[in-house]
């Protein structure tokens, strides 16, 4: 058994763990814009989530400070919606709207790539 088969059993052990802390966000892929410049977004999908609402700086990877509303933590590989010229499988242009209705610009995006899938074993979103 390899380290990334390892890694995936892990994360799912951690999603069954925690459902009772999840809740459910609303998740709006960015697919585009029209001929206007106007986004244009897949249909929401609702997703389980671990969210902690905190104001909390963050430094960015360019270096840059922010001040974040949210994370959001998909315990889970997000399919890709597949649209050209986004970043799979979450895009800093796609809307994450919380319990509450709190939405805000994604700051930050990470998670730990799997090499047999390309994606993340699960994505770290900051609002």
Request: hydrophobic share 35%; charged share 20%.
């Amino acid at each position: 058994m390899g380290l990334d088969t390892t890694v995936r059993s892990g994360v799912k052990i951690i999603d069954t763990v925690t459902k009772s802390l999840q809740c459910k966000v609303q998740h709006k892929a960015w697919k585009g814009a029209d001929t206007y410049g106007t986004p244009q977004y897949a249909s929401a999908v609702l997703r389980d989530a671990i969210v902690e609402q905190q104001q909390q700086q963050r430094k960015l990877p360019d270096g840059q400070y922010v001040m974040t509303k949210a994370q959001v933590m998909f315990i889970f590989p997000v399919p890709p919606n597949g649209a050209a010229g986004r970043v799979e499988p979450v895009d800093p242009r796609d809307i994450i709207t919380l319990p509450d209705g709190t939405t805000g610009p994604i700051l930050n995006i990470s998670g730990f790539m799997d090499k047999g899938t390309g994606r993340p074993f699960f994505s770290e979103i900051w609002i």
